[in-house]
């Protein structure tokens, strides 16, 4: 099941823009990327769904949004025109880097890859630029309405047929349209570019791709669509796509390392000798501590029992979890305690330990959090809590070697 949230972000004019996060499945988010969708289309385009389905599934989550006056955001289409959709990924940015983190990527479809160029250049996060499709101007639009031109011209407007359905038209959006500049803009973007283009593209010919290939900087790339239509209406095409800008992006995007899953080796060593009883020295490469057995176990109590040791690992992580969380939430959180209670129904762990009559291992942790939290907050955090790393360790498939050290 996909992993999409419904979000909602204020354009300049305070106009609520609709949009959707799909985010990866089982995987940290290790980039962001904002998506732009082609003329008077919308977010939910099935070519739209499966590219961000694909960017997801390699871990990076992709926010699409309806620009302003189309779909389900407010606003009046016809005062929109090609800087306010700029404008509107300028804002959509912004959102993501005040509640999630700045985009690295931007991607646009048609028209929205040229305002996807013009975007890469003021919003300083993007590292790296892609274009589906993309004119190598953005007057090229103006194709789509020539038979209403003149009227629009002279009438300052008028009602235009796109794709079977009808928008009024202004004469300030062609003006607008004539005003920019992108060969300009890609001179001076020097970013990362994907030029993805079908050959037979018959509603923005390929010729604006090698147009866009040959104005921009490297490093540049080109992939040809072949046989795909200008809409991906192809599931296996749009797949393709998101799939090669996945491929792609590693290489030229600084994408995050998943480290909250601790994938790196852990080394501890754990030291005991005739002279200390039970008593265990343990070492790492920066730290030295000390476990022990309790006294009624034949130990002299210098430091906490294994099982206590096991228990305090699950409760430093989820601490540590859940203040990371709320960090980076920006949430009030003033402290967290973690008791962490580990109880099993055995005698007494010796040679004659009965396996049978362990009925259960059982960790009971009770969360004291402090701060200013609503309750929708607090709930969340404890969600979050069993999705601490030593929590899903302890909860998974766990393999456990033992040898002996070779001694020549």
């Known amino acids: 099941m996909a992993n999409i949230k419904s979000v909602k972000f204020k354009n300049i004019n305070g106009e609520e823009l609709s949009a959707r996060i799909e985010f990866p499945d089982s995987q940290k988010v290790k980039a962001y990327a904002l998506f732009a969708h082609c003329f008077t289309c919308n977010k939910n385009l099935s070519s739209i769904r499966h590219i961000s389905k694909a960017l997801s599934q390699k871990g990076v989550a992709v926010l699409g949004f309806d620009f302003t006056g189309l779909g389900n955001s407010e606003g009046d289409f016809s005062d929109s025109n090609f800087s306010s959709n700029i404008s509107d990924l300028e804002y959509a940015s912004a959102f993501l880097a005040e509640h999630y983190e700045a985009p690295k990527i931007i991607i646009g479809h048609s028209l929205g890859g040229a305002a996807a160029i013009f975007a890469a250049a003021t919003v300083k996060s993007i590292e790296a630029v892609v274009t589906i499709g993309a004119p190598h101007n953005p007057i090229h639009v103006q194709h789509l309405v020539a038979d209403n031109i003149d009227e629009i011209e002279k009438k300052g407007g008028a009602d235009v047929s796109i794709g079977n359905r009808s928008f009024y038209i202004k004469k300030q959006f062609l003006d607008d349209l004539k005003s920019r500049n992108m060969s300009e803009v890609l001179k001076n973007l020097r970013k990362p570019i994907l030029i993805m283009h079908a050959p037979f593209d018959k509603i923005v010919g390929i010729d604006s791709a090698a147009e866009i290939f040959q104005t921009a900087f490297h490093p540049k790339s080109f992939i040809s669509l072949n046989n795909a239509d200008h809409m991906l209406s192809n599931p296996q095409d749009s797949l393709y796509v998101g799939n090669t800008i996945a491929a792609w992006v590693d290489r030229y995007v600084n994408l995050k390392e998943d480290k909250d899953e601790r994938t790196e080796t852990e080394n501890v060593a754990a030291v005991v000798n005739d002279a200390a009883g039970y008593a265990v020295d343990l070492y790492n490469k920066d730290h030295h501590w000390l476990a022990d057995e309790p006294k009624n176990l034949g130990g002299n109590n210098l430091g906490p029992n ?7 690992a699950l409760g430093a992580c989820t601490s540590m979890t859940l203040k990371m969380y709320a960090q980076r939430k920006k949430w009030p959180l003033k402290q967290v305690i973690s008791d962490v209670k580990f109880s099993k129904v055995h005698k007494a762990d010796s040679e004659t330990y009965n396996e049978k009559e362990s009925l259960i291992q059982h960790f009971e942790i009770v969360i004291d ?3 200013d939290l609503d309750e929708t907050q607090r709930k969340r955090l404890l969600e979050i809590a069993h999705k601490c790393p030593v929590h899903k360790s302890l909860k998974g498939n ?11």
């Not at 294994?306 to 305090?312: E, F, H, I």
């Not at 766990?398 to 020549?408: D, F, G, R, S, V």
């Open 369 to 371: 959090i402090e701060g």
């Open 306 to 312: 294994p099982y206590n040791l096991l228990a305090s």
């Open 398 to 408: 766990i393999q456990i070697e033992a040898m002996l050290q070779k001694h020549n």
